[in-house]
């Protein structure tokens, strides 16, 4: 595989409404998105998500939600060669691995929608390092996170984010780059609103 590989993000909140996916998948197409993560998808049936995948018409993989809650997922565009060779899912519809190579690229893909709770966010992200932990390959981490390493700048209050210094943990002990912090180092900006809130809580960790 040659050029580059675009990868995206989204929490879509939910794709019950043929509009909303209709949206959404104009989104990807208009970008020229190769492979993108989605979180609060709302999928509770595997039937659900694959016609989905026929309307989007490329390949998926799921972690099934709960009615107006959870759900994430994995596509891959229209006609992008790929060998998907591991995929798992925690069956609770917050985290996602999956195994993917692109031409000379391996990488293992890890979609996570974090828990607002303090305590589970804490337990979840110790159980995305097992599986980080247990690749050999590059690694992609990206999703809505539900915290924030730098209250600063990816914060409108100064309240504490807890349990985020495992992902700067992750940075030092793997050497992960969060990808919009290394290209925008001083940048202000969030991906979330609510309760009066700003912040970013949607991100991309990946091997530098």
């Known amino acids: 595989m040659t050029g580059e590989l675009r990868i995206a993000t989204l929490n879509c909140r939910g794709m019950a409404s043929a509009a909303k996916r209709h949206r959404i998948i104009s989104l990807l197409k208009l970008y020229f998105i190769d492979v993108i993560l989605l979180q609060e998808t709302h999928f509770t049936a595997i039937e659900s998500a694959r016609a989905f995948e026929v309307e989007w018409g490329g390949t998926g993989f799921w972690s099934l939600g709960l009615y107006r809650s959870k759900g ?10 790929y060998n998907c060779y591991y995929n798992l899912s925690d069956h609770k519809g917050r985290l996602l691995v999956v195994d993917i190579k692109f031409g000379d690229l391996d990488a293992r893909t890890i979609n996570v929608y974090a828990p607002n709770n303090h305590r589970e966010r804490r337990q979840f992200f110790q159980s995305v390092e097992t599986h980080i ?76």
């Open 72 to 81: 994430v997922g994995i596509l891959v565009r229209p006609g992008l060669r």
């Open 133 to 208: 932990n247990a690749t050999q390959h590059a690694v992609i981490i990206a999703g809505d996170f539900n915290c924030v390493e730098n209250t600063a700048l990816d914060r409108s209050s100064q309240e504490g984010s807890y349990a985020s210094e495992i992902l700067a943990g992750w940075r030092q002990t793997y050497g992960f780059i969060d990808a919009f912090r290394h290209l925008h180092k001083n940048v202000k900006a969030t991906t979330w609103s609510g309760g009066g809130v700003l912040a970013r809580l949607d991100r991309f960790y990946v091997s530098s």
